[in-house]
């Protein structure tokens, strides 16, 4: 199971930092990632770690504002956001990939199969 948590209501260039935190298994080295979801929109990914060899990538539309990270030993994912813009208002969910080798291509998350319920993130003034 994935629980993510720390969303809420933040103003332009506001910060946020989300939280999703497996139980029942273990994180490890698995693939794991950001999505997220607009109103009226595709899900997209914004930020991946590939399990194989931890290499990390992301939406171009937000290299340079967040920054992805996995804590193994709380189990936990983490997605800083910085300078946050209304059009990152979207609600987040984190995925697991159930290989190491899942492929993290800008951003995005190859085969996730587990996901969290989802958190909002509202940017607005």
């Known amino acids: 199971q994935l629980v993510e948590s720390g969303g809420g209501l933040v103003q332009p260039g506001g910060s946020l930092r989300l939280s999703c935190a497996a139980s029942?298994?273990?994180?490890?080295?698995?693939?794991v990632g950001w999505f997220r979801q607009a109103p009226g929109k595709e899900r997209e990914g914004v930020a991946c770690?590939?399990?194989?060899?931890?290499?990390?990538n992301y939406l171009d539309s937000v290299k340079d504002r967040f920054t992805v990270s996995r804590d193994n030993a709380k189990n936990t994912l983490y997605l800083q956001m910085n300078s946050l813009e209304p059009e990152d208002t979207a609600a987040y969910y984190c995925?697991?990939?159930?290989?190491?080798?899942?492929?993290?291509?800008?951003?995005?998350?190859?085969?996730?199969?587990?996901w969290g319920q989802g958190t909002q993130v509202n940017v607005s003034s």
């Open positions: 770690i590939r399990g194989e060899d931890g290499s990390i």
């Open positions: 995925a697991v990939a159930p290989s190491p080798a899942a492929f993290c291509i800008k951003g995005r998350l190859v085969g996730a199969q587990l």
């Open positions: 029942g298994f273990s994180l490890g080295s698995y693939g």
